[in-house]
């Protein structure tokens, strides 16, 4: 028959149970404990930045690049032919108003003055003298014409003595047409002389005319080459600094040809490029920002060249602190041109967390997680971005490079 269990073997048997029961209760939460902790990954604390969320104004802006140029430089060209003799500033030093940089030759530009002043001088000459022939020929015309107009007379008297004579039977009617006819042809040959008188008048005066012209050709001539010859100088405008010389001394130089360039280093403005991409965002008079180092500069988009080339576009910027100590010429710089502004938006610094795209996924910092939140884009710059989604302000984003746990929904924070 069957024995009774003792009290003491059944108890020892539900401890036994128990024992197995809270074995595996411990057992499946180590495992799932395990299986979280696979599935959520662990992000250090220290290798992450974060941003608290605010509400502030932001500007929305398109990036260029540019370039620091003086806001003036002079290219200082050859105004003859010649040949470099003397360098007397060099590239990187200063320069004064009306300094002369460098002496170039000019034995030719002398000789082609000196002949200029000798013929302007034959042509005031020869000025001189028409004048003279041209008072002593007024005057012969005025006196043939005089002598003409008293024969004239004298015929015209004796016209009426042989008509009267006529009249009385003192000469015949042939005397009398003879008398008509001497009148007549005088009267003809002093309306001829008159005529004559006025022709050559106007001819002479026309021959003065071309006199006149000629000297004022050959002065402007003379004053040409006057001003060559003080170019020649190669004289600095204004107070600046060289950039460029050419100091081959003994090379010939054409006319037109730059010999030096002379600028002014207490000005600048920058020479940007940007992608054609945003060609209708960028206007003459658009504000700009220069980033230069750790300064931010203002301007605004001066002018905007029409062409493009090789898909970028090419415009000047004019910086409002455009003697800043920090510019130096030929500093490259980043350029950022607004292109809208919004007031009251909820924003983040920017970060490698911001990839470009609209829509993307940011994560918030809750205690030791990180949780996931799907989020629009709106506005940005170099400086924030604009966070459109369920963050609110005061919240605690990772700006850090978050790509590869884009698929995530929560992260762990481990304290260090």
Same mark, same amino acid.
């Given at each position: 028959?069957?024995?009774?269990?003792?009290?003491?073997?059944?108890?020892?048997?539900?401890?036994?149970?128990? #024992?197995?029961?809270?074995?595996?209760?411990?057992?499946?939460?180590?495992?799932?404990?395990?299986?979280?902790?696979?599935?959520?990954?662990?992000?250090?604390?220290?290798?992450?930045?974060?941003?608290? !969320?605010?509400?502030?104004?932001?500007?929305?802006?398109? &990036? =260029?690049?540019?370039?620091?140029?003086? =806001?003036?430089?002079? $290219?200082?060209?050859?105004?003859?032919?010649?040949?470099?003799?003397?360098?007397? %500033?060099?590239?990187?030093?200063?320069?004064?108003?009306?300094?002369?940089?460098?002496?170039?030759?000019?034995?030719?530009?002398?000789?082609? +003055?000196?002949?200029?002043?000798?013929?302007?001088?034959?042509?005031?000459?020869?000025? #001189?003298?028409?004048?003279?022939?041209?008072?002593?020929?007024?005057?012969?015309?005025? $006196?043939?014409?005089?002598?003409?107009?008293?024969? #004239?007379?004298?015929?015209?008297?004796?016209?009426?003595?042989?008509?009267?004579?006529?009249?009385?039977?003192?000469? &015949?009617?042939?005397?009398?047409?003879?008398?008509?006819?001497?009148?007549?042809?005088?009267?003809?040959?002093?309306?001829?002389?008159?005529?004559?008188?006025?022709?050559?008048?106007?001819?002479?005066? $026309?021959?003065?005319?071309?006199?006149?012209?000629?000297?004022?050709?050959?002065?402007?001539?003379?004053?040409?080459?006057?001003?060559?010859?003080?170019?020649?100088?190669?004289?600095?405008?204004?107070?600046?600094?060289? &950039?460029?010389?050419?100091?081959?001394?003994?090379? #010939?130089?054409?006319?037109?040809?730059?010999?030096?360039?002379?600028?002014?280093?207490?000005?600048?403005?920058?020479?940007? &490029?940007?992608?054609?991409?945003?060609?209708?965002?960028?206007?003459?008079?658009?504000?700009?920002?220069?980033?230069?180092?750790?300064?931010? +500069?203002?301007?605004?988009?001066?002018?905007?060249?029409?062409?493009?080339?090789?898909?970028?576009?090419?415009?000047?910027?004019?910086?409002?602190?455009?003697?800043?100590?920090?510019?130096?010429?030929?500093?490259?710089?980043?350029?950022? %041109?607004?292109?809208?502004?919004?007031?009251?938006?909820?924003?983040?610094?920017?970060?490698?967390?911001?990839?470009?795209?609209?829509?993307?996924?940011?994560?918030?910092?809750?205690?030791?997680? !990180?949780? =996931?939140?799907?989020?629009?884009?709106?506005?940005?710059?170099?400086?924030?971005?604009?966070?459109?989604?369920?963050?609110?302000?005061?919240?605690?984003?990772?700006?850090?490079?978050?790509?590869?746990?884009?698929?995530?929904?929560?992260?762990?924070?481990?304290?260090?």
């Amino acid at each position: 028959m069957d024995r009774e269990i003792s009290p003491e073997v059944t108890r020892k048997r539900k401890i036994k149970i128990y #024992t197995r029961v809270a074995a595996g209760v411990v057992i499946l939460i180590a495992l799932s404990i395990l299986f979280r902790s696979l599935l959520t990954p662990t992000i250090s604390r220290s290798r992450i930045s974060t941003c608290r !969320a605010e509400i502030g104004p932001i500007e929305a802006t398109v &990036t =260029a690049s540019g370039i620091v140029i003086p =806001a003036f430089e002079q $290219a200082i060209t050859s105004p003859i032919p010649s040949q470099i003799e003397e360098i007397y %500033v060099k590239a990187g030093e200063s320069v004064n108003e009306n300094q002369p940089i460098l002496r170039l030759n000019k034995e030719f530009i002398q000789i082609t +003055l000196n002949r200029l002043k000798d013929e302007l001088e034959l042509q005031k000459n020869k000025r #001189t003298r028409f004048d003279s022939d041209l008072l002593r020929a007024e005057s012969e015309l005025q $006196a043939q014409y005089d002598i003409k107009e008293l024969q #004239t007379r004298y015929l015209e008297n004796d016209l009426e003595r042989e008509k009267h004579l006529f009249d009385i039977g003192g000469s &015949t009617k042939s005397s009398v047409a003879r008398a008509e006819l001497s009148v007549e042809i005088s009267r003809k040959e002093l309306h001829q002389l008159a005529s004559k008188i006025v022709s050559q008048k106007a001819s002479l005066k $026309a021959d003065s005319r071309e006199l006149d012209l000629q000297i004022r050709i050959q002065e402007n001539r003379l004053e040409e080459v006057s001003r060559q010859m003080d170019l020649a100088d190669a004289k600095s405008d204004r107070n600046g600094v060289i &950039t460029w010389v050419n100091d081959r001394i003994g090379s #010939t130089v054409n006319a037109g040809e730059i010999i030096a360039r002379v600028a002014d280093l207490r000005s600048f403005q920058i020479d940007a &490029t940007i992608s054609e991409v945003h060609a209708a965002r960028l206007t003459p008079g658009a504000v700009v920002r220069i980033r230069l180092n750790d300064q931010s +500069l203002g301007g605004h988009v001066e002018s905007v060249k029409p062409s493009v080339k090789e898909g970028v576009m090419s415009f000047m910027v004019s910086l409002d602190d455009s003697g800043n100590r920090s510019l130096r010429p030929n500093l490259r710089t980043d350029v950022f %041109v607004v292109t809208g502004s919004r007031d009251s938006v909820l924003r983040v610094a920017n970060g490698p967390f911001y990839s470009g795209l609209r829509d993307q996924t940011v994560f918030v910092i809750d205690g030791n997680k !990180a949780k =996931a939140h799907k989020v629009d884009i709106g506005a940005s710059n170099i400086d924030w971005v604009e966070l459109l989604g369920d963050i609110r302000p005061g919240d605690e984003v990772i700006v850090s490079d978050m790509r590869k746990y884009q698929n995530m929904t929560r992260l762990s924070i481990q304290r260090d």
